[in-house]
């Protein structure tokens, strides 16, 4: 039986579920064979969400939450599977992201620490996997992230035209893709802009008790308080330069109540609004730094948020703004095809990371191999 496909498992900062994709990479474009989302148990989100914040007894927490997430992660494996009709046999590696609990490379000693025991997925699956892909580049002195954009290099490159692919999880980050007609010195950019969706959706669950802000729907009822605003993008994390990472640790509900406390005079669909254009506003102030014009291409959640699109819009008037289902990849799933491009590149002992982008001191065969036998 032929070997022909690698699984790509992603789980991201915003929790809101496991995206496992059977990818074909035969061919110059990846071929996106079958997909499936499985929902994270209620009591494991309560136990993710409890780990990413500072708290007692966080080592036993830890090793339980590895194992269940690797569990989950095997389900998802087997689920897609059963949903294709193909044999386990016929997949070379899974690479899984796993779930991130810290990321904090700007420490003296930097590190990153994503969980999702991959010896547990080997074994509920029978297929080897590929996971831990992100500290060999904090070990050559890199952020560890975004490691995406070597992917949209391989995959969105054009020749003809500056092009952003800009990825909107839980946090933001983009891509630059340089055209040849770019001055020579130029290269490709990567890095996280700040939150995306991990602010909407915190503000959406404490006041109304919803994972997440339909369409942009309830931001779009409210109007953006410019103060609060200005004070929110006042933070220095906006104006630091790349290489530059960052996630939970920093943009979190606890963070956003203390910065929010001055403002209570605020109606709740003002605040989302505000949070809303935070989102906006830091992607567009990166985006034009780069370049005044060009093309954008949209993937992750928030391509499916219709106000926070149509906002992005109207703050780059001079680009070409779409999703990159017109690059023949639904953005859904542009994530979990790139970690499975990752553990293709480990399977052939080929480099994953950008050090231009993470700030690696070089290229590094990224992942290490778990056997399922």
């Known amino acids: 039986m032929s070997r022909d496909f690698y699984i790509g498992l992603m789980s991201g900062t915003s929790m809101d579920g496991v995206d496992a994709v059977l ?27 409890r780990l990413c914040l500072p708290g007692n007894d966080e080592i036993n927490l830890l090793g339980q939450l590895d194992r269940s997430v690797g569990q989950l992660f095997g ?7 059963a949903k294709a009709g193909i044999a386990k046999e016929r997949v070379i590696a899974i690479g899984s992201h796993g779930q991130t609990v810290r990321h904090m490379p ?4 930097g590190f990153t620490l994503q969980i999702g025991d991959p010896n547990t997925i080997a074994i509920s699956t029978g ?20 490691l995406v954009p070597a992917f949209h290099q391989e995959i969105f490159a054009t020749t003809d035209t500056p092009r952003i692919i800009l990825n909107i ?3 933001s980050n983009i891509t630059f893709l340089p055209s040849n007609k770019s001055s020579t010195d130029r290269q490709v950019i990567g890095f996280d802009t700040g939150p995306g969706n991990t ?30 605003l200005k004070h929110l993008l006042s933070h220095s994390y906006f104006s630091q330069g790349f290489p530059k990472s960052t996630g939970r640790e920093l943009f979190n509900q606890a963070w956003l109540e203390q910065q929010t406390a ?19 506003h830091s992607i567009a102030n990166d985006t034009l730094a780069l370049s005044d014009s060009g093309e ?4 992750g959640g928030g391509a499916f948020n219709g106000e926070m699109m149509r906002r992005l819009t109207k703050l780059l008037p001079k680009y070409k703004l779409s999703t990159t289902s017109e690059l023949g990849i639904d953005p859904q799933w542009v994530e979990g095809i790139a970690f499975a491009w990752l553990a293709m590149r480990h399977h052939l002992r080929l480099p994953g990371n950008l050090p231009a982008v993470t700030g690696a001191s070089r290229e590094a065969v990224l992942g290490s191999l778990f056997p399922a036998a």
């Not at 954008?296 to 993937?299: E, G, H, K, T």
Request: proline share 3%; glycine share 8%.
């Open 169 to 171: 999880g839980g946090i």
């Open 296 to 299: 954008l291409f949209v993937c």
């Open 199 to 228: 602010l909407i959706d915190a503000w959406c669950q404490q006041a109304l008790q919803q994972a997440y802000d339909k369409d942009g729907a309830w931001a779009a009822s409210g109007t953006t308080d410019e103060k609060l």
């Open 23 to 49: 990818v074909d990479f035969s061919k110059q474009q990846p071929r996106l064979v079958a997909k499936h989302s499985e929902a994270i148990p209620k009591h494991t989100l309560n136990g993710l969400q």
């Open 106 to 109: 700007n420490l003296d000693m």
């Open 262 to 280: 001055a403002f209570g005079y605020l109606n709740e669909a003002d605040i989302q609004s505000t949070l809303l254009d935070v989102t906006c």
């Open 127 to 146: 297929i080897d996997v590929i996971a831990d892909f992100r500290r060999k580049d904090i070990a050559l002195g890199g952020q560890g992230a975004p």
């Open 75 to 81: 389900v998802a494996v087997n689920a897609l599977l």
